[in-house]
């Protein structure tokens, strides 16, 4: 099985940046694509962005431009850079892998809060 940790959340201004950090654990050998999404309150949980086994990445339309996403060396750890944030990123950001299934596996969640 594969754990997930996210960290790097908190409360910024709008117009700041943050990076988030998502370890895995376990058999990570097979764990790609990984992914983040995001969850705002009233809302439903949505895709923000993605990076392939081989380094493909995708993004959502919101956050073209303003968010990066990226790996270490081992392909342990996937970040999410995001650069120019506004009160609409405020949500809990999940990241996802996908070991049996499509994100089948879910960290717990870190809570990015922007304020205008």
């Known amino acids: 099985q594969v754990q997930l940790v996210e960290s790097g959340g908190g409360l910024v201004q709008a117009g700041a940046s943050l990076r988030l950090s998502c370890a895995a654990s376990g058999h990570t050998s097979n764990m790609y694509p990984m992914g983040w999404f995001r969850q705002a309150p009233g809302k439903e949980r949505e895709f923000v962005a993605s990076?392939?086994?081989?380094?493909?990445?995708n993004f959502a339309d919101s956050v073209k431009g303003r968010f990066t996403i990226s790996r270490d060396n081992a392909k342990t750890t996937v970040y999410l850079q995001m650069n120019s944030l506004k009160p609409e990123d405020t949500a809990v950001y999940y990241c996802?892998?996908?070991?049996?299934?499509?994100?089948?596996?879910w960290g717990q969640g870190t809570q990015v809060t922007v304020s205008s």
């Open positions: 996802a892998a996908t070991v049996f299934r499509s994100y089948d596996y």
């Open positions: 990076i392939s086994y081989v380094g493909n990445t």
